[in-house]
T-cell receptor
């Protein structure tokens, strides 16, 4: 019940295209859903996050879409750029154990010029 | 402003040995959490330290232990190393335990290889 399932495992997108990464969860106690970006040799960095009381959050070219009834959420990267090439992790946490973030297995995104 | 600093960056140990990894949190942060990231996987929560005490623990055996010092820096100790302990160990700091999930700053990690 603690898992966050992420797909696809890897993704190749042309420059200027839209990158879409999907995640699903089971535990309805989760109340915070962040996305992290990780470059090789670096730790994860918070990219954007959403709470389940909103259906969409947009920050620049990055948008989270959230479907509470389906227990699914996704990251959309508009106008994808080569600099966006990285591994992306969806994650979830709950207030009762605020420090413990449950990460998905990651999506390796490659943006082709 | 220095971020989270971890040392060493790389480490090779033999099965059965013990290892100590170190973390200095970001300036202004007093809470340290440790994560294990196996190759090709997402990070997994090991434990969190605040006010020099372990506040929360993930599903890791007692071979994994830690410590936090008065200056907020932290150590992760792993005893009786197994081949499966080979991973990237990440330290994350935050300004308070409860707000950690909103404002984690991760270090670049220590790559541990057990042979």
């Amino acid at each position: 019940q603690q898992q966050v399932k992420q797909s696809p495992q890897s993704l190749i997108v042309q420059k200027g295209g839209i990158s879409i990464i999907n995640c699903a969860y089971e535990n309805t106690a989760f109340d915070y859903f962040p996305w992290y970006q990780q470059f090789p040799g670096k730790g994860p960095a918070l990219l954007i996050a959403i709470r389940p009381d909103v259906s969409e959050k947009k920050e620049g070219r990055f948008t989270i879409s959230f479907n509470k009834s389906a227990k699914q959420f996704s990251l959309h990267i508009m106008d994808s750029q080569p600099g966006d090439s990285a591994t992306y992790f969806c994650a979830a946490s709950m207030g009762s154990s605020a420090s413990k973030i449950i990460f998905g297995s990651g999506t390796r995104l490659s943006i082709r010029p | 402003d220095a971020g989270v600093t971890q040392s060493p960056t790389h480490l090779i140990k033999t099965r059965g040995q013990q290892v100590t990894l170190r973390c200095s949190p970001k300036s202004g942060h007093d809470t340290v959490s440790w994560y294990q990231q196996a190759l090709g996987q997402g990070p997994q929560f090991i434990f969190q330290y605040y006010e020099e005490e372990e506040r929360q623990r993930g599903n890791f055996p007692d071979r994994f232990s830690g410590h936090q010092f008065p200056n907020y820096s932290s150590e992760l100790n792993v005893n009786a190393l197994l081949l499966g302990d080979s991973a990237l160990y990440l330290c994350a700091s935050s300004s308070t335990p409860d707000r950690g999930r909103y404002a984690y700053t991760f270090g670049s990690g220590t790559r541990l290889t057990v042979v």
